[in-house]
Nanobody
């Protein structure tokens, strides 16, 4: 049974940092690209960052470039999103997902399996 479980969300002040983790079970991440997405209330789900199966290719939304870093540890079957210089507009539920190909677009419709999400709230 394929399962993705996100963790690491919470309440943080503007300018702070968080590291999200996405642990996979039921399959090996070795061969698949992974992505982080977010959805704020009243808004569509958007791609935040994606990473190829090897970790050699990454992409970021313009709104998070220079502040967020995606990485993966295939030995631990886990993908991470390190977020720094957080802003109130980063507040959202963050989801990880896999697209079952080694690399590709960072578009939600192209991803097949999703986690349940973790809430990130940036507020003073």
């Amino acid at each position: 049974q394929v399962q993705l479980v996100e963790s690491g969300g919470g309440l943080v002040q503007p300018g702070g940092s968080l590291r999200l983790s996405c642990a996979a079970s039921g399959f090996s991440l070795d061969y698949y690209a992974m992505g982080w997405f977010r959805q704020a209330p009243g808004k569509e789900r958007e791609g935040v960052s994606c990473i190829s199966s090897s970790g050699g290719r990454t992409s970021y939304a313009d709104s998070v470039k220079g502040r967020f870093t995606i990485s993966r540890d295939n030995a631990k079957n886990t993908v991470y999103l390190h977020m720094s210089s957080l802003k109130p507009e980063d507040t959202a539920v963050y989801y990880c997902a896999t697209r079952y190909t080694r690399y590709g677009s960072c578009v939600p419709a192209d991803f097949g399996s999703w986690g349940q999400g973790t809430q990130v709230t940036v507020s003073s």
